[in-house]
């Protein structure tokens, strides 16, 4: 079992940044393709943001392209999710979410995950 947990979120007003990062119990991070998502309460998980194995792919969703940045630490078993310029639409429970992969390709589809953190709160105001 893998084990992820997020944290970095909290309360800012519109036009900050905050960092978020997960770290994962797993030993053998490098095989792991990693991914963020967010929720809102009564609405789907949504896609933010994918990184392969290695850091060399990533892929956004469309709202947070030129804001958000994807990034990872194998050494340090650890994803990262940069967010600049942070509006409303931003407010979710942020998740980290792995998947164990023999290519270096991203994957942006929930169902394609298998574990799970718990999740972090990002609340923006005015």
């Known amino acids: 079992q893998v084990y992820l947990v997020e944290s970095g979120g909290g309360a800012v007003q519109v036009g900050a940044a905050l960092n978020l990062s997960c770290e994962t119990s797993?030993?053998?991070?490098?095989?792991?393709?990693m991914a963020w998502f967010r929720q809102t309460p009564g609405k789907e998980r949504e896609f933010v943001a994918a990184?392969?194995?290695?850091?060399?792919?990533?892929q956004y969703e469309d709202s947070v392209k030129g804001r958000f940045t994807i990034s990872r630490d194998n050494a340090k078993g650890t994803t990262y999710l940069r967010m600049n310029s942070l509006n409303l639409a931003d407010t979710a429970t942020y998740y980290c979410?792995?998947?164990?992969?023999?290519?270096?390709?991203?994957?942006?589809?929930?169902?394609?995950?298998?574990?799970w953190g718990r999740g972090t709160q990002v609340t923006v105001s005015a």
């Open positions: 979410a792995a998947r164990y992969v023999n290519h270096d390709r991203v994957h942006i589809d929930l169902k394609d995950y298998a574990y």
């Open positions: 797993a030993s053998v991070f490098y095989y792991y393709a």
């Open positions: 990184i392969s194995r290695s850091g060399g792919n990533t």
